[in-house]
T-cell receptor
Framework: GENVEQHPSTLSVQEGDSAVIKCTYS??????FPWYKQELGKGPQLIID?????GEKKDQRIAVTLNKTAKHFSLHITETQPEDSAVYFC??????????FGTGTKLQVIP | NAGVMQNPRHLVRRRGQEARLRCSPM?????VYWYRQLPEEGLKFMVY????????ESGMPKERFSAEFPKEGPSILRIQQVVRGDSAAYFC??????????????FGPGTRLTVT
């Protein structure tokens, strides 16, 4: 099955700085890579996703890059704000509707 | 358009009792997924259902756990004879009918099960 590794497990940045979270996956057949934000006591919320036929996607302060050859993808958050503080999960999907999640990154944005 | 609804939000059961977790997908969504999240861990896939069909249950423990998504009503995740190790947050997600193989999963707020 698919295995997704995520780093770092915790990340602290100053408000206004950038944050980068990296993930690797094992199955080269994975073709869909969503990123979720989970706030305390809530369910995960999709913030951005990328398909295997795209190398980069941007949505305002959030961007995701995908390197299929190296089997890794990254989330970039620019101009971080305190409300960005949450746990972020990367995930990979083989296309069988069974999403494999990373172990999460706890992001703390310090005002 | 209401989001994915789950109830109860918190459930306490004694060892040996049964736990029933309910999930109502978003309007128009015909696919439901259940995940389990242990403290400080990521979400683990349990089961994928469509109306009246279990599509993939490869993440479900072989015993005590079952899931259904009837023609009418919410999806139910049922845990019989609960043990302390079942304590976790259980999340339901739903997605619309597949179009070109692409979809998004929308998560509910979860049910936090505590077994005493």
């Amino acid at each position: 099955g698919e295995n997704v590794e995520q780093h770092p497990s915790t990340l602290s940045v100053q408000e206004g700085d950038s944050a980068v979270i990296k993930c690797t996956y094992s199955d080269s057949a994975s073709n869909y890579f969503p990123w979720y934000k989970q706030e305390l006591g809530k369910g995960p919320q999709l913030i951005i996703d990328i398909r295997s036929n795209v190398g980069e996607k941007k949505d305002q302060r959030i961007a995701v890059t995908l390197n299929k050859t190296a089997k890794h993808f990254s989330l970039h958050i620019t101009e971080t704000q305190p409300e960005d503080s949450a746990v972020y999960f990367c995930a990979a999907d083989l296309g069988y509707q069974k999403v494999t999640f990373g172990t999460g990154t706890k992001l703390q944005v310090i005002p | 358009n209401a989001g994915v609804m789950q109830n109860p939000r918190h459930l306490v059961r004694r060892r040996g009792q049964e736990a029933r977790l309910r999930c109502s997908p978003m309007k128009g969504h015909s696919h439901v997924y259940w995940y389990r999240q242990l403290p400080e861990e990521g979400l683990k896939f349990m089961v994928y259902l469509q109306k009246e069909n279990i599509i993939d249950e490869s993440g479900m423990p072989k015993e005590r756990f079952s899931a259904e998504f009837p023609k009418e009503g919410p999806s139910i995740l049922r845990i019989q004879q609960v043990v302390r190790g079942d304590s976790a947050a259980y999340f339901c997600a739903s997605s619309p009918r597949l179009a070109g193989g692409y979809y998004e999963q929308y998560f509910g707020p979860g049910t936090r099960l505590t077994v005493t």
